[in-house]
């Protein structure tokens, strides 16, 4: 059984950073393409954050520069450093991984087709 468990997340003021940790089970870590990070504020579509694979990583315009993604691949791990961090990042973050290798940006969901349950984040101006 796959699973992805994302932790890290919790209540900061603006300015300030978190680190967010995903770690997947149940599959081989050679058998990810790549991973990535999503958020969804309320009443707001998922978006894509950030994402990490092939030796890229891939960022949304409104984290470049404050935000930075990285990979453990042995032990099946991905991070998302949060630096700067501003009210509008107020959402749940969830981590995300391509297990079949699909064509799709690295930043559209529908590349990914496993999921973890989430971690708020949420910064206070």
């Known amino acids: 059984q796959v699973q992805l468990v994302e932790s890290g997340g919790g209540s900061v003021q603006a300015g300030g950073s978190l680190r967010l940790s995903c770690v997947a089970s149940g599959y081989d870590y050679y058998m990810a393409y790549g991973m990535a990070w999503f958020r969804q504020a309320p009443g707001k579509e998922r978006e894509g954050v950030a994402a990490?694979?092939?030796?890229?990583?891939f960022y949304a315009d409104s984290v470049k520069g404050r935000f930075t993604i990285s990979r453990d691949v042995p032990k099946n791990t991905a991070h998302l450093q949060m630096n700067s961090l501003k009210s509008e990042d107020t959402a749940v973050y969830y981590c995300?991984?391509?297990?079949?290798?699909?064509?799709?940006?690295?930043?559209?969901?529908?590349?990914?087709?496993?999921w973890g349950q989430g971690t708020q984040v949420t910064v206070s101006s």
């Open positions: 995300a991984s391509d297990t079949r290798g699909t064509q799709f940006p690295p930043l559209q969901s529908s590349k990914y087709n496993y």
């Open positions: 990490i694979g092939g030796g890229k990583t």
